[in-house]
């Protein structure tokens, strides 16, 4: 059992649909990340969050657009997305001030068509 | 910036064989290291982390990592290798940027284990 749970498992959607992904956390972590893990290949981070305030944006487009609403919440809105943008998007959570480890969600496989 | 070496793509071991699984990193400062573990489809589950101390880490499912600064590396090994081992591994390392918080942590490209019976 994971203790960082993503909803949906599974989306599709199309180039110019509005979708957003959402992670939950009950762990009481104040730093929680979204990566982007295509296949055959390892994670890469996109965003971190610290104290619900975006403290690392890895030079991500804008179509991704990444929302904290609370302490147990992150969510990654997504639009005008292009077909290389499908893959597994991870969310994790972590301690703040220390340097880990990351707990991770199982991922939603998003897949553009 | 720190990086991550997994030089292994693959690597098929017998059932109840050893298994030794390389990482080394690059990091200017003390380093955070991590092994994580994938199944197909799957999130990444934690095996183990070092962050100082003792050099021989234990982990999760019988599996332990030695840290050696000398070599840069922090290889996993498990003496014996069962068929629900098969996966994808991930060494990472970590890093707290100056004034930012969160751990930015950065992964090799990852091991596949496949274990044949």
């Known amino acids: 059992d994971t203790e960082v749970t993503q909803t949906p498992k599974h989306l599709v959607m199309g180039m110019t649909n509005k979708k957003s992904l959402k992670c939950e956390q009950h762990?009481?972590?104040?730093?929680m990340y979204w990566y982007k893990q295509k296949a055959k290949k390892p994670p890469e981070l996109m965003f971190v969050?610290?104290?619900?305030?975006?403290?690392i944006n890895e030079s991500v487009p804008s179509r991704f657009s990444p929302e904290c609403p609370n302490s147990s919440l992150l969510n990654l809105h997504l639009h005008a997305l292009q077909p290389e943008d499908s893959a597994l998007y991870l969310c994790?959570?972590?301690?703040?001030?220390?340097?880990?480890?990351?707990?991770f969600g199982n991922g939603t496989r998003l897949t553009v068509t | 910036a720190q990086s991550v070496t997994q030089p292994d793509i693959h690597i098929t071991v017998s059932e109840g064989a050893s298994l030794e699984l390389r990482c080394n990193y690059s990091?200017?400062?003390?380093?955070?290291l991590f092994w994580y573990v994938q199944s197909p489809g799957q999130g990444l589950q934690l095996l183990l982390k070092?962050?100082?101390?003792?050099?021989l880490v234990q982990g999760i499912k019988g599996f332990e990592a030695e840290f050696k600064r000398s070599q840069s590396s922090f290889n996993l090994r498990k003496p014996s290798v069962h068929w629900s081992d098969a996966a994808e591994y991930f060494c990472?390392?970590?890093?707290?940027?100056?004034?930012?918080?969160?751990?930015?942590?950065?992964f090799g490209a990852g091991t596949i284990l496949r274990v044949k019976s």
């Open positions: 990472a390392v970590g890093s707290q940027p100056r004034g930012e918080y969160g751990n930015k942590l950065v």
């Open positions: 990091y200017g400062a003390t380093p955070y």
């Open positions: 070092y962050f100082s101390g003792d050099t």
């Open positions: 969050y610290s104290y619900e305030k975006l403290s």
């Open positions: 994790a959570s972590s301690q703040h001030g220390t340097p880990g480890p990351l707990h």
């Open positions: 762990m009481g972590h104040r730093a």
